[in-house]
Nanobody, 127 residues
Framework: QVQLVESGGGLVQTGGSLRLSCAAS????????MGWFRQAPGKQRELVAA???????HYTDSVKGRFTISRDNAKNTVYLQMNSLKPEDTAVYYC?????????????????????WGQGTQVTVSS
């Protein structure tokens, strides 16, 4: 059974930075794409960034140039470095692992591609 545990959320001022981490267990981590999603109050969950097993990345337009997703397969951990944070980045951030081995990520990546989810971590950006 896959377990995903996020950490690193918190309260930060506009323009600040946070680094989220997600530790995975239960399957061969290096074989699966990983994603970070977020859900703000009253809004649908959206993909923020995803990374393939080989390190190819995809970002939603609103975070390009500010956020960086990375993974350390030796530590079974995926990261989301968030810089130049804005109030509109405020949300609960979720880590997720793909259902399918070795899948690519891109504009067509959707939440239903991911079968395992973390509990979420709150990110609040004050203006």
């Amino acid at each position: 059974q896959v377990q995903l545990v996020e950490s690193g959320g918190g309260l930060v001022q506009t323009g600040g930075s946070l680094r989220l981490s997600c530790a995975a267990s239960g399957r061969t981590f290096s074989n699966y794409a990983m994603g970070w999603f977020r859900q703000a109050p009253g809004k649908q969950r959206e993909l923020v960034a995803a990374i393939t097993s080989g390190g190819w990345t995809h970002y939603t337009d609103s975070v390009k140039g500010r956020f960086t997703i990375s993974r350390d397969n030796a530590k079974n951990t995926v990261y989301l470095q968030m810089n130049s944070l804005k109030p509109e980045d405020t949300a609960v951030y979720y880590c997720a692992q793909d259902r399918q081995i070795w899948r690519l990520v891109g504009a067509g990546t959707k939440s239903s591609d991911f079968g395992s989810w973390g509990q979420g971590t709150q990110v609040t950006v004050s203006s």
